[in-house]
């Protein structure tokens, strides 16, 4: 005789907590070192196709200088400033100035734009997943416009009178283009130098709320001063940067954090009305009776203005039953407020009272 096994209740399955926008579920530490490590790769893949692409594209050198003479007619042109006068107002500055120019367009491009993509990875996961995409796209175009226009930098323009300050009182980037295999130095347009210094101050502003932020704009403006009196860039590729970049501001704008999205609608439920579907909620349940308020003891024991109007026409009434004087029952109604009820009162015209016939005179007595 067998015997029937009880069946096991079913587990009820927990529900995953929704991950809320700006508050991120918090996820282990070994899957956030796996996500930080992920990341680092996906940043140094990225690079190693830059210089590689750069590499590629080296070379073309009397299209590059062509290019620079007509860029530089065409900014005199536009009549933008000279990057001539520019490098002569810091060679009136002292060594010591040029010298920590120089540093700045050595030592601050890459270092801070790696803190900035660390402390936003850190920090603010959402800034930091837009400002990637951003200078991927931003780089990406830039490496295509190094392809189609290559560009020698003011600095080998040698017959305007510009001077290559990093080789002449350093620290030097570049060696000579002759022997330099490590990078393309004839890309100078657009300046990722100033493209990359836009980013960091625009995400920096971005995700914090200090009342200060405004002042991370000095790194792009310094960057633009470095870049065109060191004679490494002209006006133009800073402006050709700029426009790179708004239009990788533009791809990214619904992955900004804060931007109103569309979100998509639910397609209706196709299981029964009777079971929940696991994907619509369930309806709300509905809202419990409001119990009506209490009335107060003197509105349930005071009567209506209608009444209290019946109460003094039935005095009135009485009091003319009761009282056959006229003048008696109009000052009875009259202390009632019928008349000021607007209950009409009709006051009887006063009886006749009848007035006794004068007693005939008495004839005078005769002497007897």
């Known amino acids: 005789m067998s015997v029937a096994t009880p069946a096991t209740p079913a587990v009820p399955a927990v529900p995953a907590v929704p991950a809320v926008p700006g508050n991120p579920v918090p996820a282990a530490p070994r899957s ?19 210089k590689i692409g750069r590499l590629a594209a080296n ?17 005199r ?40 993509l660390i402390w936003l990875y850190l920090y603010r996961p959402a800034h930091y997943r837009w400002t990637r995409n951003v200078l991927v796209i931003l780089t990406g175009t830039a490496l295509a416009v190094h392809f189609v226009i290559p560009l020698a930098p003011p600095r080998m323009l040698t017959d305007t009178g510009m001077l290559d300050l990093g080789r002449l009182y350093g620290p030097a980037v570049y060696g000579a283009p002759e022997t330099d295999q490590l990078s ?20 920096l502003i971005t995700a914090t709320s200090a009342r200060w932020r405004g002042l991370w704009l000095m ?9 065109v009196t060191t004679g490494n860039h002209y006006w133009l590729d800073a402006i050709a940067a700029s426009a790179l970049l708004g239009l990788a501001y533009f791809v990214t704008r619904y992955q900004r954090p804060g931007a109103a999205t569309a979100l998509p609608v639910p397609a209706p439920s196709v299981t029964s009305p009777s079971v929940p579907s696991p994907l619509m909620p369930a309806p709300p349940l509905p809202a419990p009776p409001v119990p009506a308020p209490p009335v107060p003891a003197l509105a349930r024991v005071a009567p209506s203005l209608p009444a209290r109007a019946g109460v003094a026409r039935a005095g009135v009434a009485r009091a003319r039953a009761a009282v056959n004087v006229p003048a008696l029952g109009v000052s009875l109604a009259a202390a009632l407020g019928a008349p000021a009820l607007g209950v009409p009162v009709t006051v009887p015209a006063p009886a006749p009272v009848p007035v006794p016939a004068p007693a005939p005179p008495e004839e005078p007595r005769r002497p007897v």
Do not use: K
């Not at 070379?59 to 900014?75: I, M, P, Y």
């Not at 107002?89 to 801070?112: D, K, R």
């Open 59 to 75: 070379g073309h050198v009397g299209e590059a200088f062509d290019n620079a003479r007509t860029v530089w007619d065409l900014e």
């Open 32 to 50: 956030r070192l796996l996500a930080a490590l992920r990341e680092l790769g996906l940043v140094a893949v990225l690079f190693l196709v830059y």
């Open 77 to 116: 042109r536009l009549h933008l400033p000279g990057e001539l006068s520019a490098q002569h107002t810091l060679l009136g500055l002292g060594t010591p100035v040029i010298e920590l120019i120089n540093s700045y367009y050595a030592y601050v491009h890459f270092p801070a734009t790696a803190a900035c």
């Open 184 to 203: 393309n130095q004839y890309a100078a347009m657009p300046s990722l130098h100033f493209g990359w210094a836009l980013v960091v101050a625009i995400a």
């Open 219 to 227: 790194h792009p403006a310094i960057t633009l001063v470095v870049i």
